[in-house]
């Protein structure tokens, strides 16, 4: 597998470029979500719906949560794109079996208090629209260790939306989870409902 790394010139820019790249292609981004504690490592479950995810956690990281970024991208991706490995990307290859290293390192990372470990528990890319979100069984391996550290597991929806704008505007909806986290299907069943919430909310928008 890949390892993540923080390249003291990479990943700076990496923050700087995904603050750039949103100002420029959404006409605001709107966060939901009451402050988190300043203290202790972030496990982030988000939906999985662009090319934009990564950066959109990364300029909610860097306004709202002040963590080290790390994202897991398939082992494909990141060979093909090397220069995320710099800037906290590290890899799994599904299937195989360096997957359960991946996760392992994914867990390991948690016990650093400083770590935002971002993970897209569905796996893969999916549609805006398609809901309920069902979450992998490797997951389980990761929230087996957030069950027994400090860290703080949160859900985030990501939902861009037009209305009446030119550029899309962009919610960042974030919840923290305050259930056990040893149960996968629980945890599934309670990012379900925070996703029916959020999408409730998001379609009273109006412009």
Known sequence: MIKASHHPLVYPFFLWYSRRLIRRHFDR???VGDALPTKGAILLLANHISWWDGFWVAFLNTKHFGRLFHVMMTEEQLRKHPYFSRCGAF????????????LAYAA??????????????????????????????GVRQVLAKAAVTDCHVVFLLSLPDYLATRKPSLTLYYERYAGPCDNLEQVETAYQAFQTRCLTRQSLLVE
Do not use: C, M, W
Not at 110 to 131: K, M, N, R
């Open 91 to 102: 890899s799994i290859r599904k299937g195989h079996r360096s997957q359960v290293e991946s």
């Open 29 to 31: 981004v709107n966060v």
């Open 108 to 137: 390991s990372l948690l016990d650093v208090p400083t770590s935002l470990v971002l993970l897209f528990p569905q796996g893969v890319i999916h549609s805006l629209y398609q809901a309920p979100l069902h979450f992998e069984r």
